[in-house]
Antibody
Framework: EVQLVESGGGLVQPGGSLRLSCEASGFAFSFYEMNWVRQAPGKGLEWVSHISSNGITTYYADSVKGRFTISRDNAKNSLYLQMNSLRDDDTAVYSC??????????????WGQGTRVTVSS | SYELTQPPSVSVSPGQTASITCSGDKLGDKYVCWYQQRAGQSPVLVIFQDSKRPSGIPERFSGSNSGNTATLTISGTQAMDEADYYCQAWASTTVVFGGGTRLTVL
């Protein structure tokens, strides 16, 4: 069974840092491109970042560029999001999402349950 | 930056057809995906590449995309289809989600 399990969320003060993790199981993680998507309380989905299967290519939303860093360790079947200089508006549930490998732009076919990040003083 | 616009809400009676639109500049030139998010749950991919259904998604879900508008159509809507629906597309090196549409089955 495909599973994506996020961890690392919590309460952090503005300007602080957090590192989120997403542990994958049930599929060949190293072959899949991965993303982080967040959802602020009562709001819609917001894409955060993308990483290629080999970790070389990364993309970021303008709202997090220069503050967040996506990375992965294929040997550990894990995806990460290092979040620095956190702001109040970064408060959200952060989920990792797998991109379909069977089709070009085939969508995010598996999602984790998410980990909650609250930025507040 | 690229934007996708959805109506905030759509209502439908059980058994009827619901249509949810997603608008963006020359959206027909891009692939569109649709996600269903039931209350308190993670999103589920229901349509990819404009009109393809992933395994396990009921046939009553269909999609189209042309010009500036993509449409998710749910035929014979059931109570279990009540959820938030999001369109999504790639714009160069970024992923864009629409603002979401709450489908209410009255």
């Amino acid at each position: 069974e495909v599973q994506l399990v996020e961890s690392g969320g919590g309460l952090v003060q503005p300007g602080g840092s957090l590192r989120l993790s997403c542990e994958a199981s049930g599929f060949a993680f190293s072959f899949y491109e991965m993303n982080w998507v967040r959802q602020a309380p009562g709001k819609g989905l917001e894409w955060v970042s993308h990483i290629s299967s080999n970790g070389i290519t990364t993309y970021y939303a303008d709202s997090v560029k220069g503050r967040f860093t996506i990375s992965r360790d294929n040997a550990k079947n894990s995806l990460y999001l290092q979040m620095n200089s956190l702001r109040d508006d970064d408060t959200a549930v952060y989920s990792c999402a797998r991109e379909s490998s069977a089709y070009d732009q085939g969508g995010f076919d598996r999602w984790g349950q998410g980990t909650r990040v609250t930025v507040s003083s | 930056s690229y934007e996708l616009t959805q109506p905030p809400s759509v209502s439908v009676s059980p058994g009827q057809t619901a249509s949810i639109t997603c608008s963006g500049d020359k959206l027909g030139d891009k692939y569109v995906c649709w996600y269903q998010q039931r209350a308190g749950q993670s999103p589920v991919l229901v349509i990819f590449q404009d009109s393809k259904r992933p395994s396990g998604i009921p046939e009553r879900f269909s999609g189209s995309n042309s010009g500036n508008t993509a449409t998710l159509t749910i035929s014979g809507t059931q109570a279990m289809d009540e959820a938030d629906y999001y369109c999504q597309a790639w714009a160069s090196t970024t992923v864009v989600f629409g603002g979401g549409t709450r489908l209410t089955v009255l």
